[in-house]
């Protein structure tokens, strides 16, 4: 069964340009999370779809933005880039049904360079 | 807040060592699950375990403990006769307790590198 897959692996952008990741989530599961890890600053909760809403966000601008399809694939888009978006961006899956389980499955990231 | 705190940034051992990362948590949560990951240089985080609040009885899967004491607000990660394919990034993390499809919005630790030495 495959893993929760992230695209692209490496994404260089310059400043004020947009930059779009996407995933997909291990088959069966609803809810896609995405953390942005950036160096010094540990794993940072970005957002949280699932059946196609954000049901949460964390401590992020709006030109961080995203969405969830219907076949539950996620896109997250970073407008205006700033040299600080530069990180590695995980997106992670999880059933989400009944109380939270807390075992997210993660892929292997984005690595977002911003020059 | 819920905050979490890995003191040791990293920490180098040779192999057969045993080695302890520690994990301090802050929260006013009652109801709380704590995890563990690992980072692997691939990138992906890799879940290792979750405990609840209310589940003190520490825990021992082959070369892994787990040690949860609430009274010190700490879930320490014991590694016995560590091994090169341990390398990697070490992450603790929490969670509030949300009864019905709640998130799981995880709070990290900056996380602990651990490198095991040949």
């Known amino acids: 069964e495959a893993g929760v897959t992230q695209s692209p692996t490496h994404l260089i952008k310059t400043r004020g340009q947009q930059a779009t990741l996407r995933c997909s989530p291990i088959?069966?599961?609803?809810?896609v999370y995405w953390y942005q890890q950036a160096l010094g600053l540990g794993l940072q909760f970005l957002l949280w779809?699932?059946?196609?809403?954000?049901?949460n966000r964390g401590n992020f601008p709006p030109r961080f933005s995203g969405r969830q399809f219907p076949n539950y694939s996620s896109e997250l888009n970073v407008n205006a880039l700033e040299l600080e978006d530069s990180a590695l961006y995980l997106c992670?899956?999880?059933?989400?049904?009944?109380?939270?389980?807390?075992?997210?499955?993660f892929g292997e990231g984005s690595r977002l360079t911003v020059l | 807040a819920q905050k979490v705190t890995q003191a040791q940034t990293e920490i180098s051992v040779v192999e057969k060592e045993d080695v302890t990362l520690d994990c301090v948590y802050e929260?006013?949560?009652?109801?709380?699950?704590l995890f563990w990951y690992k980072q692997p240089p691939s990138g992906e985080l890799v879940f290792l375990i979750r405990?609840?609040?209310?589940?003190?009885q520490n825990e021992i899967s082959g070369r892994y403990s787990w040690n949860f004491q609430k009274s010190t607000s700490s879930f320490n990660f014991t590694i016995t006769a560590s091994q090169v394919v341990d390398s990697a990034v070490y992450f603790c993390?929490?969670?509030?307790?949300?009864?019905?499809?709640?998130?799981?919005?995880?709070?990290f630790g900056k996380g602990t590198k651990l490198t095991v030495n040949p």
């Open positions: 779809y699932d059946e196609g809403e954000e049901r």
């Open positions: 993390a929490l969670s509030e307790a949300i009864a019905q499809g709640g998130s799981e919005k995880l709070v």
């Open positions: 088959s069966g599961h609803t809810s």
């Open positions: 929260t006013r949560d009652t109801t709380y699950y």
């Open positions: 992670a899956s999880s059933l989400a049904t009944g109380p939270n389980t807390g075992e997210l499955f």
């Open positions: 405990r609840n609040s209310f589940d003190e």
